[in-house]
């Protein structure tokens, strides 16, 4: 009595009148008889199966997948290379000592020779956050160490001299 159409819904087939109770079994065959026929005239509803679902997604959002991954991967690779720079940068404490080295004169004009490193010196003393080891206490490292007064400061030297509790403030 009730028909399934196929993606619309449900149809109800038969007939509704009033009838005797004679008439309502002859009906009930009749349209039974009409439900049996219709059936047949309908199409078979075909389900997917494992063998027909499509496996991958088309081309395209499989493209916007591997952006969106990579995308993540440079977000999260720039996140742990800030976390690693912060965490170990080196920062001066109060007790630090910064020596001031020789600064390399390339304008070949010899009244810089001696002014920038004293503008160089006077500039970086008047800041309260850096401990400028003083020309005198130097030289006298130096003289301790068995080094001329006119011997060029390198980095490995400034680290001796710093390293030595003489050159502390």
Not at 40 to 65: G, N, Q
Not at 88 to 109: C, G, K, P
Not at 154 to 168: D, L, M, N, S
Request: charged content about 20%; hydrophobic content about 40%.
């Amino acid at each position: 009595m009730i028909v399934t159409i196929a993606r619309k819904g449900y149809q109800f087939t038969a007939r509704v009148t009033v009838a005797e109770t004679a008439e309502i079994a002859k009906h009930a065959t009749l349209q039974a008889a009409a439900t049996e026929t219709s059936k047949a005239d309908t199409l078979p509803v075909e389900f997917p199966t494992k063998d027909k679902i499509p496996k991958s997604p088309p081309p395209r959002l499989r493209l916007r997948r591997w952006f969106e991954a990579a995308a993540l991967l440079a977000v999260v690779a720039a996140a742990l290379w800030l976390y690693s720079s912060y965490r170990y940068r080196v920062t001066l404490s109060v007790t630090d000592t910064i020596v001031l080295a020789d600064v390399d004169n390339r304008t070949s004009d010899p009244v810089f020779d001696g002014a920038l490193n004293t503008a160089l010196r006077y500039e970086m003393e008047q800041t309260p956050y850096l401990n400028v080891l003083g020309l005198d206490k130097a030289y006298g490292t130096m003289g301790q160490m068995k080094l001329a007064s006119s011997t060029k400061i390198t980095p490995e030297i400034a680290r001796q001299i710093c390293g030595r509790p003489t050159a502390r403030w």
